[in-house]
């Protein structure tokens, strides 16, 4: 166990919806990254957040959004969702954004768009 | 974007040394290089980080050349339970993004 918890484990969902995960960081980690999954695209960065700023950006799509709220929990919002969407969205979180932090990742969220 | 690309899988057997390469030809002066291993349908597990030539700890090792385009991380003596997919990790020198390899399924056989 990571200690990172995310919600929902599961999502099934319409195209065109829009949806929530959300993602609990370690104790005393102030970082939280957001990555993608899928067959087709692998593990593909997509945001990061320290301390509640935004940090780095990846390969988000606009249809994606992300924030880190005061008590450090952050929430990814996927919006008009596309069959493509479906994947495994992972967060993780380390202490600090220096280079050289280990982070440590949450099970994951599995999303299906029918 | 860098390219950070992996061998797509290697098989080994109980009690042997594997050693997987991760190419990065453009990674950021500043970054780290980090390797994780992950499970079906399980978030990637730290394995092991470096900056430069050798790290080692109780579970793997790390090799970084000079250069710092590539690095190996070496299995000793691995397992069933080291079956898995391998990837390395490393920030992208134009972008400062964080990019992910591209993968290696290392399958071990008793």
């Known amino acids: 166990d990571s200690g990172v918890t995310q919600t929902p484990k599961h999502l099934i969902t319409a195209t065109g919806q829009r949806v929530t995960l959300r993602c609990s960081p370690r104790?005393?980690?102030?970082?939280v990254y957001w990555y993608q999954q899928s067959l087709d695209q692998g593990l593909q960065f997509l945001i990061q957040y320290y301390n509640g700023e935004e940090r780095a950006k990846g390969n988000i799509l606009e249809r994606f959004s992300a924030q880190q709220f005061p008590d450090l929990h952050s929430e990814l919002n996927l919006s008009s969702l596309e069959l493509g969407d479906s994947a495994l969205y992972f967060c993780?979180?380390?202490?600090?954004?220096?280079?050289?932090?280990?982070?440590?990742f949450g099970p994951g969220t599995r999303l299906l768009v029918l | 974007l860098a390219k950070t690309t992996q061998p797509i899988s290697m098989d080994s057997y109980e009690g042997q040394e594997v050693n997987i390469t991760c190419s990065h030809n453009n990674i950021a002066t500043n970054d780290y290089i980090t390797w994780y291993q992950q499970f079906p349908s399980q978030g990637p597990r730290f394995i092991i980080q470096?900056?430069?030539t050798k790290v080692t700890n109780e579970v793997a090792s790390l090799f970084i050349p000079a250069d710092r385009k590539s690095s190996t991380l070496s299995l000793p003596r691995v397992s069933l339970s080291d079956t898995a997919v391998y990837y390395c990790l490393v920030g992208d020198g134009n972008t400062d993004k964080l990019i992910f390899g591209t993968g290696t399924r290392l399958q071990v056989f008793p």
């Open positions: 993780a979180s380390s202490v600090t954004s220096g280079g050289g932090e280990t982070q440590y």
């Open positions: 470096g900056y430069k």
């Open positions: 104790s005393g980690d102030l970082s």
